[in-house]
């Protein structure tokens, strides 16, 4: 196994080329505050490129904790740095905001990004993965397998723009809701890590096809894996409730700050002189006078 092996995947760059020019085409025409974001979308198609052209591109079909590796990279790690670079934010400005606050606020919008909808999609992902007949197609067909990487890198941005929600989002909910599903989410990633260590072997008809005579045994191999999704996934989940952490700090600093202009507003009006006649003062006098 080389660790500095790298192969060319065809489908993989032409997602990456597809997405960094039109985030670069974007961020041309958007204003400095959005564009402080771009490190952050680098970051994130930089990740896309290790997980499919890098090592663990290379031996991702030949080791299952490789595959595990690139799984929590292109569900996980790219789709949070790819949302953190605020590509909706960037593209409204290039498009014109009222263009795309449509789309936004659409009913589909509202349902594709709902925390649900995006949470439900994430959890379920990898227990389909790798206890249905998927995981092996995958490993067997090139065309399987880069539809996988798609859709793991799609379901991993609609998570992270729903529970971020850095980005104009159809609704905001509180960020205390993110916290409590990612806690449902490290206990499911921790259930199937124990299934994967404990259960039976995963695609064992590809694995012995290959007849690969060097690494750890299948059993290692896999119980390796699940140690990866595991560990590594709660490590990955850590890190995202710390920045869900300051921005639940931010959204109630913001609620704390609109709280009291209203109630500066609410004394200021109660300050101001009262003028006409007493009964012009009190709403529900003044509403009966003008309806006779």
Same mark, same amino acid.
């Not at 402080?36 to 290790?50: M, S």
């Not at 795309?100 to 509202?110: C, G, M, P, Q, T």
């Given at each position: 196994?080389?660790?500095? $092996?790298?192969h060319? =995947?065809?489908?993989? /760059?032409?997602v990456?080329?597809?997405?960094?020019?039109?985030?670069?085409?974007?961020?041309?025409?958007?204003?400095?505050?959005?564009?402080?974001?771009?490190?952050?979308?680098?970051?994130? +198609?930089?990740?896309?490129?290790?997980?499919?052209?890098?090592?663990?591109? +290379?031996?991702?079909?030949?080791?299952?904790?490789?595959?595990?590796?690139?799984?929590?990279?292109?569900?996980?790690?790219?789709?949070?740095?790819?949302?953190?670079?605020?590509p909706?934010?960037?593209? &409204?400005?290039?498009?014109?905001h009222?263009?795309?606050?449509? +789309?936004?606020?659409?009913?589909?919008? !509202? *349902?594709?990004?709902?925390?649900?909808?995006?949470?439900? /999609?994430?959890?379920?992902?990898?227990?389909?993965?790798? #206890?249905?007949?998927?995981?092996? &197609?995958?490993?067997?067909?090139?065309?399987?397998?880069?539809?996988?990487?798609?859709?793991?890198?799609?379901?991993?941005?609609?998570?992270?723009?729903? !529970?971020?929600?850095?980005?104009?989002?159809?609704? !905001?909910? &509180?960020?205390?809701?993110?916290?409590?599903?990612?806690?449902?989410?490290?206990? $499911?990633?921790?259930?199937?890590?124990?299934?994967?260590? *404990?259960?039976?072997?995963?695609?064992? =008809?590809?694995?012995?096809?290959?007849? !690969?005579?060097?690494?750890?045994?299948?059993?290692? %191999?896999? $119980?390796?894996?699940?140690? +990866? #999704?595991?560990? *590594?996934?709660?490590?990955?989940g850590?890190?995202?409730?710390?920045?869900?952490?300051?921005?639940?700090?931010?959204?109630?600093s &913001?609620?704390?700050?609109?709280?009291?202009?209203? *109630? %500066?507003?609410? %004394?200021?009006?109660?300050?101001?002189?009262?003028?006409?006649?007493?009964?012009?003062?009190?709403?529900?006098?003044?509403?009966?006078?003008?309806?006779?």
């Amino acid at each position: 196994m080389n660790p500095v $092996s790298w192969h060319w =995947d065809t489908g993989a /760059a032409a997602v990456i080329v597809a997405a960094g020019v039109a985030y670069g085409w974007a961020w041309r025409r958007a204003d400095a505050t959005a564009r402080r974001y771009v490190w952050w979308f680098v970051i994130g +198609v930089v990740l896309t490129a290790v997980a499919t052209m890098s090592m663990v591109g +290379v031996y991702a079909t030949v080791l299952f904790w490789v595959r595990a590796l690139q799984v929590l990279l292109l569900l996980y790690a790219a789709p949070f740095f790819l949302a953190m670079g605020r590509p909706v934010t960037v593209l &409204s400005q290039a498009l014109g905001h009222s263009g795309l606050d449509r +789309v936004v606020a659409s009913r589909v919008a !509202r *349902l594709a990004a709902h925390p649900a909808t995006t949470s439900a /999609a994430m959890l379920a992902t990898p227990w389909l993965l790798y #206890l249905t007949p998927w995981y092996s &197609s995958a490993l067997r067909y090139q065309a399987v397998a880069a539809a996988t990487n798609v859709l793991l890198l799609l379901i991993g941005f609609a998570y992270f723009y729903a !529970r971020l929600q850095a980005d104009p989002v159809p609704r !905001r909910y &509180s960020q205390l809701i993110s916290l409590v599903i990612s806690i449902v989410e490290s206990i $499911s990633d921790g259930l199937l890590g124990i299934v994967l260590w *404990l259960g039976p072997l995963i695609a064992v =008809d590809y694995y012995t096809h290959i007849d !690969r005579h060097w690494g750890p045994s299948l059993r290692v %191999d896999q $119980s390796i894996g699940a140690g +990866v #999704l595991w560990l *590594l996934g709660d490590v990955l989940g850590v890190a995202f409730i710390v920045v869900l952490m300051r921005f639940f700090s931010a959204d109630e600093s &913001s609620r704390a700050a609109a709280v009291d202009a209203e *109630l %500066d507003r609410a %004394d200021h009006d109660e300050a101001q002189p009262v003028s006409g006649l007493w009964w012009e003062n009190d709403p529900q006098l003044r509403e009966r006078i003008r309806r006779t």
